[in-house]
């Protein structure tokens, strides 16, 4: 007997803050705002899915 698996469909994502250009790895899904950890500036927010993110994504992680 075969067995599904299921593959969730959050993802964690590379992205630029748009202010300062630095990199970070957040998840598409957060339930808090994120902010860029060196200007602070937001770069997510919580949609009560998937995030809205404000900053440019680079990769998407598997």
């Not at 300062?20 to 060196?38: A, L, W």
């Not at 937001?42 to 680079?58: C, F, N, S, W, Y």
Request: proline content about 5%; some cysteine.
């Amino acid at each position: 007997m075969k067995e599904i698996v299921v593959s969730p469909k959050s993802k964690f994502l590379k992205v630029r803050c748009p202010k300062c250009k630095h990199e970070q790895v957040i998840f598409g899904n957060c339930s808090t705002v994120v902010r860029c950890q060196k200007c602070s500036n937001v770069i997510a927010e919580p949609t009560g899915g998937k995030a809205k993110v404000k900053a440019r994504i680079l990769e998407i992680l598997e």
